[in-house]
C-alpha cells in the first residue's frame, strides 16, 4: 500500500528496533527507513537479523544489524553504542522484541512466566534506560532543545482479558505502565516522548501462526470487527508518532486493531432485541397498582 506520509518525513533520524528482524518489527523498520531514517535492527537470532539487514539496504536504506537479547544489559548497551557509534546519534528506540506461546494459567511453569515477563517488559526498560543517554535533548550528537522518541510495541490482550496469555497480558499491561512512567518522567526531564502501539491481530505474524489456531482463524474471519490487520498498518502508527505530526503526543497507547478490543459476544440478534424491548416496555406500562408506570 502506498503510505500517506511524505517520503523524507524522517530524513536525517536514526531508529533502533529491537525485534527488527522480522514481522512487525521487520515492517517498522523497512518503513521508518523508506521514509528517510537509518535504521538499527537488534534480534537474538543472527541469521534472521543478517536477511533483514540485507532486506533493508535492498531499498537502499542505510542498515546495520546487532545480534543481543534485550534481556542483557551487556548487550542492549553495546547495540545503543553500536548504533551510535555507526550512525553519529541515535532519535528512535522502536521496543518490538517480544515473547509469547499458548498456556493455561495452571498449566504455566514460573519459569516461562518470568521469560515473557523478562523479554517484554523487563527487557523493554533495559533498552529504554541503555538509550536515555542518547534520546534525550541535549545528548550526543543531538539538539540542545528536542528530545528522541520512544516507541513500545504492546498489545491489547490485557484490556478485556485473554484465554491462555496469563503471562503475556501481565508483560504487555507492565509495558503500558512504563510507557506513561516514563512519558511522565522522561518527558518533562529529558524532552523524550514515550507512546505505545497496541496491535490486534494482525496477519502473517507469529501472533497469529502461533495464538491462533486455523479454526479460530475461520470463526473471526465471520464476525465483522474481527478483521485481520496488516503490518503495514503498525508501521504506519509508528509513522505518526516517530515523525512531527506525532510531536503533541505523549503517553498514549495507540490502539490499532480495527476496535475487536471493544467487541464482546452478541447475545441477540438485533431482531431479538427489538422484541425484547417492545416486550418489556409493554409489561412495564401495565404494571401492577403500587410498581411505577414507565413514561418511555
Same mark, same amino acid.
Given at each position: 500500500?502506498?503510505?500517506?506520509?511524505?517520503?523524507?518525513?524522517?530524513?536525517?533520524?536514526?531508529?533502533?528496533?529491537?525485534?527488527?528482524?522480522?514481522?512487525?518489527?521487520?515492517?517498522?523498520?523497512?518503513?521508518?527507513?523508506?521514509?528517510?531514517?537509518?535504521?538499527?535492527?537488534?534480534?537474538?537470532?543472527?541469521?534472521?537479523?543478517?536477511?533483514?539487514?540485507?532486506?533493508?539496504?535492498?531499498?537502499?536504506?542505510?542498515?546495520?544489524?546487532?545480534?543481543?537479547?534485550?534481556?542483557?544489559?551487556?548487550?542492549?548497551?553495546?547495540?545503543?553504542?553500536?548504533?551510535?557509534?555507526?550512525?553519529?546519534?541515535?532519535?528512535?528506540?522502536?521496543?518490538?522484541?517480544?515473547?509469547?506461546?499458548?498456556?493455561?494459567?495452571?498449566?504455566?511453569?514460573?519459569?516461562?512466566?518470568?521469560?515473557?515477563?523478562?523479554?517484554?517488559?523487563?527487557?523493554?526498560?533495559?533498552?529504554?534506560?541503555?538509550?536515555?543517554?542518547?534520546?534525550?535533548?541535549?545528548?550526543?550528537?543531538?539538539?540542545?532543545?528536542?528530545?528522541?522518541?520512544?516507541?513500545?510495541?504492546?498489545?491489547?490482550?490485557?484490556?478485556?482479558?485473554?484465554?491462555?496469555?496469563?503471562?503475556?497480558?501481565?508483560?504487555?499491561?507492565?509495558?503500558?505502565?512504563?510507557?506513561?512512567?516514563? $512519558? @511522565?518522567?522522561?518527558?518533562? =526531564?529529558? +524532552?523524550?516522548? %514515550? !507512546? &505505545?502501539?497496541?496491535?490486534?491481530?494482525? *496477519?502473517?505474524?507469529?501472533?497469529?501462526?502461533?495464538?491462533?489456531?486455523?479454526?479460530?482463524?475461520?470463526?473471526?474471519?465471520?464476525?465483522?470487527?474481527?478483521?485481520?490487520?496488516?503490518?503495514?498498518?503498525?508501521?504506519?502508527? $509508528? @509513522?505518526?508518532?516517530?515523525? =512531527?505530526? +506525532?510531536?503533541? %503526543? !505523549? &503517553?498514549?497507547?495507540?490502539?490499532?486493531? *480495527?476496535?475487536?478490543?471493544?467487541?464482546?459476544?452478541?447475545?441477540?440478534?438485533?431482531?431479538?432485541?427489538?422484541?425484547?424491548?417492545?416486550?418489556?416496555?409493554?409489561?412495564?406500562?401495565?404494571?401492577?397498582?403500587?410498581?411505577?408506570?414507565?413514561?418511555?
Amino acid at each position: 500500500m502506498e503510505s500517506p506520509f511524505k517520503a523524507e518525513i524522517l530524513k536525517g533520524k536514526v531508529a533502533l528496533v529491537t525485534g527488527g528482524g522480522s514481522g512487525i518489527g521487520y515492517e517498522i523498520s523497512l518503513e521508518l527507513g523508506k521514509h528517510g531514517a537509518s535504521v538499527a535492527i537488534m534480534g537474538r537470532r543472527k541469521h534472521v537479523v543478517d536477511s533483514a539487514v540485507h532486506a533493508l539496504r535492498s531499498h537502499g536504506i542505510p542498515a546495520i544489524g546487532i545480534e543481543g537479547d534485550v534481556r542483557k544489559e551487556e548487550d542492549a548497551a553495546r547495540t545503543v553504542e553500536s548504533t551510535f557509534k555507526h550512525f553519529g546519534r541515535l532519535d528512535i528506540l522502536v521496543n518490538s522484541a517480544a515473547g509469547n506461546f499458548l498456556a493455561a494459567a495452571e498449566d504455566l511453569s514460573p519459569n516461562g512466566f518470568r521469560t515473557v515477563i523478562d523479554i517484554d517488559s523487563v527487557g523493554t526498560f533495559i533498552m529504554c534506560r541503555e538509550a536515555l543517554k542518547y534520546l534525550k535533548k541535549g545528548g550526543p550528537g543531538k539538539d540542545p532543545s528536542i528530545g528522541g522518541t520512544i516507541i513500545n510495541i504492546t498489545a491489547v490482550i490485557h484490556y478485556p482479558a485473554t484465554w491462555n496469555q496469563i503471562h503475556a497480558s501481565a508483560a504487555k499491561a507492565a509495558v503500558d505502565s512504563i510507557t506513561r512512567s516514563l $512519558a @511522565l518522567e522522561w518527558g518533562e =526531564d529529558h +524532552g523524550i516522548l %514515550v !507512546n &505505545g502501539i497496541a496491535p490486534g491481530a494482525i *496477519g502473517d505474524t507469529a501472533g497469529v501462526t502461533k495464538l491462533a489456531p486455523q479454526e479460530i482463524v475461520n470463526q473471526l474471519k465471520q464476525k465483522p470487527l474481527y478483521k485481520f490487520g496488516e503490518k503495514w498498518d503498525i508501521a504506519m502508527a $509508528a @509513522l505518526y508518532l516517530a515523525s =512531527d505530526a +506525532g510531536k503533541f %503526543v !505523549n &503517553g498514549t497507547i495507540l490502539i490499532v486493531d *480495527g476496535g475487536q478490543w471493544l467487541s464482546k459476544p452478541r447475545l441477540m440478534s438485533r431482531e431479538e432485541v427489538k422484541k425484547l424491548s417492545r416486550r418489556e416496555e409493554t409489561r412495564s406500562r401495565v404494571a401492577p397498582a403500587g410498581l411505577p408506570n414507565s413514561k418511555l
